[in-house]
């Protein structure tokens, strides 16, 4: 039976698929959550300055994993690590 996640798993999920920079929809299928989840993530994402957003050309807001959000995301994988397949 599959756990529920957690938010620190929910963070550290957006945070990787934005590591190289990536469009709102594509997070949200991908991190499998609802727009309004979604939405609350990335405000506390970008309040935290765990991810930046940038506008294009095409006035598209493309998120992008800070340093200090890849800091987080390697102390996280870190400890999943260590605690094995109990946080996966």
Known sequence: MPKRR???Q????ILEIAR???LKTPIMYK??????QLNK???YLLEAK?????VTKGDETIYKTTDKGLKYLQG???????LGESLK
């Open 6 to 8: 957690d938010r620190l």
């Open 10 to 13: 929910i963070m550290a999920k």
């Open 20 to 22: 190289d920079g990536a």
């Open 31 to 36: 991190a499998n959550l609802s727009f309004t």
């Open 41 to 43: 993530y990335l405000s």
């Open 50 to 54: 765990l991810l930046v957003e940038t």
């Open 76 to 82: 996280y994988m870190t400890i999943r690590d260590l």
